[in-house]
């Protein structure tokens, strides 16, 4: 089976846990023998090029610039089929993971070759349906790959919840396949004991002011406690949440440190007290399920495909927007030493059910359906 596989992320491109996800998809199914090319961008490179991944993973890097990224950041398919028309072969799949390859997979699959889409979030629920002229035109970009592509991939049961209530029309094509976890080297190990840690993109329905505001409560009421924060958001909205801190003088116990490497962010999970997911929605638990199968402690939210993944009998769950709730798990943390240990086991055994080479037989499936 040759599959074509268009992500905006993988392997050192991985801004998050979708980009995770993809890559230890794309290993997966590397191990179960299908051959893949990947056509990725790539924000160290100038020149195109391609290397070799894996068993037989054929990847295709693209500089992340005008030369080969246009209007809405779509990819230049007439650039791109020119310079490389090895690309027009009779694949059996094209497998499209974000938006942006759109036309070049209508291009390349003629309307023969089947696109399988993998949807990791609906941007017009994402969004909030933001009158933006360019946000409305990726939400209809998006809508239009759902009705012409030959099968869809939704990662929760919330996703296809919303699927049902927008295109219903479309559930006869669409299967519930949750991403999977690559098991790490690192372990949890309990250092400290009021180390919290906040994982993820700077939005607004993370709920990471919440969490800032969960902080505070504990602090007012005399107990130490420090937040970590890693994740890279608007200049703005970081500017916001800065100003949060300093208008609950938590300048001392609550710092923002960036983005950081996907090897870093283990080593900061590992590390942690708790990992803290504090979204107001959320189409999956990705963050959560990379911190649990390193044992990492959670405390999460339960919003949508995250409550899913993390449930009452491995982590510490709170009502999504429940400032209250969430500074009164918190302190649970701080009071009980002893509750991290088990929430780190049961955490752990939680995860191992998603681990990749547990959902090959499921992906494999969904391929061969497909084509």
């Not at 610039?65 to 809405?72: Q, R």
């Not at 790490?184 to 969490?211: S, T």
């Not at 406690?225 to 970081?238: F, M, P």
């Not at 009164?328 to 086991?345: D, F, G, K, T, W």
Request: aromatic share 8%.
């Amino acid at each position: 089976m040759k599959v074509l596989s268009l992500t905006n992320e993988f392997e050192e491109e991985s801004f998050g846990g979708a980009g995770t996800a993809a890559t230890g998809m794309l290993y997966m199914l590397d191990r179960m023998g299908i051959q893949q090319t990947v056509i990725v961008p790539q924000s160290n490179k100038n020149a195109p090029g391609w290397a070799l991944r894996g068993q037989q993973i054929k990847v295709l890097g693209l500089p992340r610039n005008s030369d080969y990224f246009g209007y809405l950041g779509m990819i230049k398919t007439d650039v791109v089929c020119q310079e490389f028309p090895e690309l027009n072969q009779a694949w059996d799949i094209i497998h499209s993971h974000a938006i942006n390859f759109t036309p070049l997979a209508y291009t390349l699959s003629q309307g023969v070759v089947p696109i399988l889409y993998s949807v990791y979030s609906f941007l017009r629920k994402e969004l909030e349906d933001r009158s933006e002229p360019e946000l409305q035109a990726q939400f209809k970009i998006q809508e239009e790959l759902l009705m012409r592509c030959r099968r869809i991939q939704l990662i929760s049961q919330s996703e296809r919840n919303y699927l049902a209530g927008r295109f219903p029309e479309y559930l006869s094509k669409t299967e519930v396949l949750p991403l999977g976890v690559c098991l790490p080297a690192e372990r949890w190990k309990n250092r400290n004991m009021n180390e919290f840690l906040y994982v993820g993109r700077l939005l607004n329905y993370k709920g990471i002011e919440d969490l800032i505001h969960a902080v505070s409560i504990i602090q007012q009421s005399g107990r130490q406690i420090h937040l970590n924060i890693v994740g890279k958001g608007t200049e703005s909205y970081e500017g916001h949440l800065k100003q949060l801190i300093q208008s609950l003088k938590l300048g001392t116990c609550v710092q923002l440190h960036g983005r950081k490497s996907s090897s870093e962010v283990r080593k900061w999970m590992g590390r942690a007290t708790s990992l803290v997911v504090p979204s107001r929605r959320e189409a999956y638990g990705m963050v959560a399920l990379e911190g649990m199968v390193i044992g990492t402690p959670i405390i999460a939210s339960n919003a949508g495909g995250l409550a899913e993944v993390v449930s009452n009998s491995c982590a510490l769950t709170f009502e999504a927007g429940n400032i209250r709730q969430l500074s009164e798990a918190l302190s649970r943390v701080l009071n009980n030493p002893s509750l991290l240990q088990s929430l780190s086991a049961r955490g752990r055994e939680r995860a191992l059910m998603f681990e990749w080479t547990r959902l090959a037989p499921s992906y494999r499936a969904l391929l061969e359906g497909v084509r």
